[in-house]
């Protein structure tokens, strides 16, 4: 049988797999990713030139995955410290990856720095030069106009004041904004996905409780999660935990700390270059985030 060293893991999905008593299935097989669902349980592997996403692990594959015969369907044991699909003899070391522990929580003295805003305005920046007619972009640069945009505009001020007021019922607004645009992961749920991370970090930053923070991005990672697909879903819910990527967590570790701000166009730079609309998508969402959490205006 062919082995596959896994590189780095996420210290949940490590966990998951330990208890995990019964085969799951091969979800979806990309070039550089294979995710695997079990349930409601996703997991995904990733090419080692891919960051550390939540419930992944990133292994040092030679060949791209669609080049591995790795089938949608195909069935995958967990077994110790492997990860085994037998119908084409391959199995995954797990035993010496570096486990990583993604949960936002654990990161520690967050700030609401003076150039703050300066900070978003170089995303902006960064939105502006990479923003086409396809994506959200708009949103926050004012360039293009697509149906999915208009779609989208009609919903936000209902988020917005949710937010502010950090209520529940932003799970609702959230769910009426998902699904919505084009993607593998449709456009409203990658800008969804940076709205989230920068609620959460905001105000984790500002001193508000885990539980009261929590509580707003679970139901908008869950609610959302029903009105789309089962990948763009799992991210979603992923999310709402607060389980961030790797280059998201950078991202806001950097937004929110006494940084430098060339340090913000390398992890806006990063997260851009996910994918080919969704790392605009989602530092779209990173943006109007912070333009709704630092409004003066609370209701319409």
Same mark, same amino acid.
């Given at each position: ?16 797999? $330990? ?12 070039? #550089? ?13 990733? #090419? ?21 015969? @790795?089938?949608? /369907? ?26 990583? *522990? ?6 520690? *003295? ?31 640069? &004012? ?9 989208? @505009? ?8 949710? @937010? ?24 409203? *749920? ?12 905001? #105000?984790?930053?500002? &001193? ?43 991202? $806001?570790?950097?937004?929110?700390? *006494? ?15 996910? /994918? ?25």
């Amino acid at each position: 049988m062919k082995q596959i060293k896994a590189v780095e893991i996420c210290g949940r999905f490590r966990a998951a797999l $330990m208890v995990s008593e019964k085969p799951f299935r091969i979800h979806s097989v990309f070039t #550089s990713a294979v995710n695997m669902i079990d349930n409601d349980v996703f997991f995904s592997l990733l #090419s080692d030139r891919s960051c550390l996403y939540p419930m992944s692990c990133r292994v040092s594959n030679e060949i791209p995955f669609t080049e591995s015969g @790795i089938r949608v /369907g195909m069935e995958v044991i967990a077994a110790g410290d492997r990860i085994l699909i037998p119908q084409v003899g391959l199995a995954i070391n797990l035993k010496y990856a570096v486990e990583r *522990d993604l949960a936002f929580e654990q990161k520690e *003295d967050l700030l609401l720095p003076t150039n703050l805003m300066m900070k978003v305005e170089l995303l902006k920046e960064l939105i502006e030069e990479k923003g086409c007619e396809q994506d959200l972009s708009t949103l926050v640069t &004012g360039k293009y106009r697509n149906p999915y945009v208009d779609c989208v @505009i009609k919903k936000l001020p209902g988020l917005r004041i949710a @937010i502010k007021k950090n209520s529940e019922q932003a799970g609702n607004h959230a769910a009426g904004l998902a699904g919505c645009g084009i993607g593998l992961t449709p456009s409203s *749920d990658d800008m969804l996905i940076g709205y989230m991370s920068t609620y959460l970090a905001y #105000s984790k930053a500002k &001193g508000c409780s885990p539980e009261e923070i929590c509580k707003v991005t679970y139901a908008m990672g869950n609610k959302a999660a029903e009105r789309t697909n089962t990948i763009s879903g799992a991210f979603l819910k992923q999310c709402g935990a607060g389980l961030l990527s790797d280059d998201m967590t950078k991202l $806001m570790c950097v937004l929110f700390s *006494d940084s430098k701000t060339e340090e913000v166009r390398e992890c806006g730079q990063n997260i851009l270059n996910f /994918g080919s609309t969704s790392g605009t998508d989602m530092l779209t969402g990173v943006v109007l985030s912070m333009i709704h959490l630092t409004s003066t205006c609370d209701s319409e």
